[in-house]
């Protein structure tokens, strides 16, 4: 296996910017604050589509969702109060 040379191509880690510590979804970059509205609207929107991809693996996989609903109500039948 030939050896890399690390000035020809640096691994992605080396490259500036990419340091997990200082990554931003881009509100830094641009110097504006994220509102707390702004937040709940990005997070409404991941649950919606969380939830359609939840949806359309349902319909894809039947024979999942009923195991699923089965061993769910046999948690609910031996659960104690």
Known sequence: ??????????????QPGTDPETY???????GRCETDA????????????LAEARE???RV???RVKVARLRHAMR???FRW
């Open 1 to 14: 296996m030939p050896e890399r040379d690390s000035r020809k191509d640096p691994s992605p880690r080396a």
């Open 24 to 30: 931003d979804t881009g509100t830094y970059e641009t």
């Open 38 to 49: 702004e937040r709940r609207r990005r997070r409404a929107r991941f649950l919606r589509d």
């Open 56 to 58: 359309l693996r349902d």
């Open 61 to 63: 996989q039947p024979r």
């Open 76 to 78: 609910m039948r031996t």
